[in-house]
C-alpha cells in the first residue's frame, strides 16, 4: 500500500510538507526515517506493552512516544528498551520501563533494520543491539519495522555492508575463522568490529561484533542461520528471518506498507 505525502501530511505535524501540488519536497534519510517511526507510531495504544528499538530511526519512534505521553494522548505505555542506549533515552522522556523478565510478552515492537528482502526478513545489528533486539522482537506480537528505501535489498547481504554475528570475545579469531568459512562460497570477509578508538566495540552484553561482509547471496536464510548459531562462540546473528509483521518503508514518493 503506498500512500502520497499530500494525503498523509495531517499525520505529519512535526515536518513541515508541502500541501498537494506544490513542487516535489526533497527529503533527507532521516527525514525519512523520522516519517517512518511517525507513521508506527500511530499503530501504538494506550495501555499497550512496547518493545523500544535502537538506532537512528528507532530513536525517532522512541521521541514521539515520550512526546505523545507528555501531551497526554498516550497513556499507561510500558516500554522494553532494547540496548542501555534507548533505556537512556526513555528514561530521559519519562516512558516507564519493564523488562522480559516482568513482561514476557510484549503487543508491540518498533525498531529499524540495515537491509530488508522482498520476503521481510531482515539484518539487524550494525548498531550493535542485535542480541536484546532479537529478544525483544521475538516476543512480540506484531513487530513493526521502521526503514527508509535505501535499507531495501535483493537478499540479505545484498547491500554489502556488514551481517553483524555477536560472539564471546574468548578467542574470537577462531570464531571468525569459522563463520569465514561457513560462507566461502559466497565471498566472505570477517572482520571483527572496532569502536570509534580502533579497540573491539564491546556490545551491552559484553561481547564482541564479527561482520560478515558477503559478495553473493548465502541461499537458504534459515540454513545459514542454523549453521552460524551451530558454532560454538556464536551467541547471535543480525538475520531476523520471519519476525517482522509489518514493514514500513518510507521514500520519496511516499510511504509503503507491507505485511507479512
Ligand atoms: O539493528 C539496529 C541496531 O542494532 C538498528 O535498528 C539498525 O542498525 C538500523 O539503524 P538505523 O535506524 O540507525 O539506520
Redesign the pocket.
Known sequence: MAVAWSEKASSMEALSLSPPMSPPVILTQDEL?KIAAYKAVEFVESGMVLGL???????HAVDRIGELLRQGKLTNIIGIP??KKTQEQAISLGIPLSDLDSHPTIDMAI????EVDPHLNLV???????LR?KMVEGACKKFVCI?DES?LVKYLGGSGLAM?VEVVPFCWKFTAKKLQNLFRDSGCVAKLRNDCKGEPFVTDNGNYIVDLYLKKDIGDLQVASDAILRIAGVVEH?MFLAMATTVIVAGELGITIKNK
Not at 539487524?124 to 542485535?130: D, E, M, N, Q
Request: charged share 30%; no cysteine.
Open positions: 526515517k528499538g535502537t538506532g537512528s530511526t528507532a530513536k532494547t540496548s525498531d529499524g533494520a540495515d539487524k545489528g550494525r548498531g550493535g543491539s542485535l533486539e526503514v535499507k553483524p543480525g
